[in-house]
């Protein structure tokens, strides 16, 4: 009855861990990714479900790996 | 003119003549600087089909408008010639006080020409430009012979030089600057080293007449702020470009075992995480704030100043999860003179070769000892393999074979991220000015999120939109794009420091219409040179490597993707048609007017024939 979430790069700075664990059977991801990340980026960032591309109105399930990661400019 | 200082200066290495050309302002206004005087230069200049190697080959060390002036990571230079890599267009860009100096001593570029019978080096010192003996130089790596040059001349000058790579032409060679900021990996030291130009030194002691500078040194000073106060400034000064191991690692890009996977079952050892934990300092580029070059021991307890791109394709590129080696063999490089991506490719591009049976030699994935000793023979071209990994993947796979696994466009290899599940990046790589490089189109980090497996047109608006940005903007204005592409330093700013420094009052639009010029104007000189030298041009010039389509991934959470050989020619379609190509990818006519390149467009109608 988890989700797991996991920030990276300096997304993990501005909510103060690197990972979360929700309570739930289900969510859309939108919900369960802490808010500061969405008011600084407007939703616009890197969201993979189990390592795949995913979309933050996807819906995860328990069990459930959500990686949040901000873009990144490649040098 | 204002912002411009008006001056390039001409070396004549044959004659042992220097002129000082004030060249007329449309060229300022037409090409802007860098990567468009250079291209420029190297289309009125150059005879059609020469050897790259050959004294007629012309070598341009070029800077910007706001390139020195105090501003945001303005301290870079591009260097460009006709590559011996790729026979076509190649630049590539260096942070360097080389690039300030130059500045300071009034000129905005220098352009070398023909070959020196002995070892030289120049010396510009404001107005007079000197060419001195090198044959103490010649054969010393980079750092010793920089360390030299600058005992020589004075702490505060600015060299870029060559070491044994490019005096032996290895045709990916780079030129080199303050002991491991590099460029030009398409082989622009093996053109120096064919002069037998070592260095060029600058000290100067102006300052480019600003058109405001009250305007500029406040626009200068808040964007330097700006820059301290992004929310990813923090984290990017303890990583670096070191971060993208782990980014590229989860979005299963990361360049493992020559391109074959995306995931790299020991990524955790060499990443930004790991550098942190033997982190002993950082340096980079003059008037920088964010410098990102990370610097830890390696191996040998030597410094090593480590990159994304170096680690990537140094490490698990070749199997290898030891970050105090992989530092090693970047070290090593940076002493050599040559292309720390170039060489992993080769070194991936033989470990596979060997699995093949195509070399006897017997190389193992992550077998440091076997991969260090091939990493020396092709940085010095020694020994038979080594001598024909030298000279680049397209040369080597043509003759050993192996042309499925070579992993280049162009005879440019691969920069640090897979594509087996990108076709936007694959489309990058595929139609970069240069060659398989990231520099110009990184498109991956939006793709992410735009139907990552999807052959859209957007992909290739994007594309574009970001080779405007990053190829055309960034290359001209020569400032680096990292505090707008990596902590989100706003393009705004680049424009008004351009206008205050010039005085006119150009949009970003009036930017894009530049780059598109230039833009152009590379694509019809690699036509131009791919023709004169007997070659024939397709559209397949354009395509990502084989081995993307032909052999899926076969690990990680993306395993079985590839891409699709008809849907990636669709995509390449939508960029020919958004940038006014033909179904060759050559320029039409009408495209060629309206950029103002007629005469461009005379001649390549009586080499190829265009279309309206």
């Known amino acids: 009855m988890s989700i797991k979430i996991m920030y990276f790069g300096y997304f993990s700075d501005i909510v103060g861990k690197k990972k979360d664990i929700v309570n739930a059977e289900k969510a859309r991801i939108r919900e369960i990714v802490d808010k500061r990340i969405l008011k600084l980026t407007g939703g616009d960032f890197v969201v993979l479900v189990n390592g795949v591309p995913s979309r933050l109105d996807s819906f995860v399930k328990s069990g459930d790996e959500v990686k949040v990661l901000p873009h990144m400019g490649g040098g | 003119m204002k912002g411009w200082n008006g001056k390039i200066l001409w070396v004549d290495l044959t004659s042992k003549k220097t002129k000082v050309w004030d060249y007329p302002v449309e060229l300022a206004h037409n090409y802007v600087g860098g990567r468009g005087f250079a291209i420029k230069i190297l289309w009125d200049h150059l005879k059609p089909g020469v050897d790259p190697l050959s004294p007629q080959n012309i070598i341009v060390f070029a800077t910007g408008p706001i390139t020195g002036l105090p501003g945001p990571s303005t301290g870079k230079m591009v260097i460009a010639s006709k ?5 076509g267009y190649g630049d590539g860009n260096v942070g360097t006080r080389a690039a300030v100096m130059m500045r300071k001593a009034g000129y905005d570029a220098v352009v070398v020409e023909g070959a020196s019978d002995k070892p030289v080096y120049i010396l ?3 107005s007079k430009a000197d060419i001195i003996p090198a044959e103490d130089l010649w054969g010393l790596d980079t750092f010793e012979a920089e360390r030299k040059l600058l005992e020589r001349h004075g702490k505060t000058s600015g060299a870029v030089l060559i070491g044994p790579s490019g005096e032996r032409m290895v045709r990916f060679a780079t030129v080199m600057s303050q002991e491991g900021r590099a460029g030009g990996r398409t082989g622009m030291g093996a053109v120096m080293g064919s002069k037998n130009l070592k260095a060029i030194v600058f000290r100067g002691s102006g300052t480019p007449e600003m058109a405001d500078p009250e305007e500029y040194g406040r626009l200068a000073s808040s964007s330097y702020r700006e820059i301290k106060h992004k929310p990813a400034y923090s984290f990017w000064m303890r990583q670096g470009t070191m971060m993208a191991i782990q980014w590229s690692q989860e979005n299963s890009v990361l360049p493992t075992y020559n391109f074959s996977e995306g995931v790299f079952e020991e990524s955790e050892n060499i990443n930004g995480f790991a550098m942190e934990k033997m982190k002993i300092g950082q340096r980079g580029c003059p008037n920088c704030n964010m410098v990102c070059g990370n610097m830890i021991k390696d191996d040998e307890g030597e410094v090593v100043e480590l990159d994304y791109e170096n680690v990537a394709l140094l490490g698990s590129n070749l199997g290898l999860g030891d970050l105090r080696k992989v530092a090693r063999l970047n070290r090593l490089a940076d002493m050599w003179g040559v292309d720390t991506i170039g060489l992993g490719a080769a070194i ?3 470990i596979e070769a060997s699995q093949n049976g195509l070399i006897g030699e017997r190389i193992e994935w992550g077998d440091f000892s076997a991969i260090l000793s091939l990493a020396e023979d092709i940085s010095l071209s020694r020994g038979e393999l080594g001598g024909i990994l030298a000279k680049g993947l397209k040369y080597a796979s043509e003759k050993l074979g192996g042309e499925k696994f070579a992993m280049h466009v162009k005879g440019l290899s691969i920069t640090g991220y897979d594509c087996h599940a990108a076709p936007g990046m694959a489309l990058s790589y595929g139609v970069s000015p240069i060659g398989a490089h990231h520099k110009d189109a990184w498109v991956i980090s939006w793709e992410t999120q735009h139907g990552r497996f999807e052959y859209s047109r957007d992909k290739a608006e994007k594309v574009l939109e970001l080779q405007r940005i990053r190829g055309g903007f960034f290359e001209t204005m020569v400032a680096c794009r990292l505090p707008w592409v990596e902590v ?3 393009l705004d700013w680049y424009v008004r420091l351009f206008n205050a420094a010039t005085g006119l ?23 131009r040179e791919y023709l004169a030298e007997g070659k024939g041009w397709s559209r397949k010039m354009d395509y990502p490597p084989r081995k993307w389509f032909e052999k899926p991934l076969t690990k990680g959470p993306l395993k079985g993707a590839r891409l699709d050989p008809l849907k990636y020619d669709k995509l390449l379609g939508y960029y020919y048609s958004l940038v006014g190509w033909d179904h060759r990818g050559i320029p039409r006519r009408t495209t060629l007017e309206r950029l103002g390149l007629e005469d461009v467009a005379n001649i390549l109608e009586d080499m190829v024939g265009l279309v309206d």
């Open chain 2, 488 to 490: 989100g330093l706003e």
């Open chain 2, 124 to 126: 510009v010192e404001d």
């Open chain 2, 505 to 527: 009052s150009w949009s970003l639009e009036d930017h894009f219409r530049i780059a598109d010029r230039i833009l152009t104007l590379i694509r019809a000189f690699w036509i």
């Open chain 2, 348 to 350: 991936g591009f033989a």
């Open chain 2, 83 to 87: 590559s011996p890599l790729t026979h």
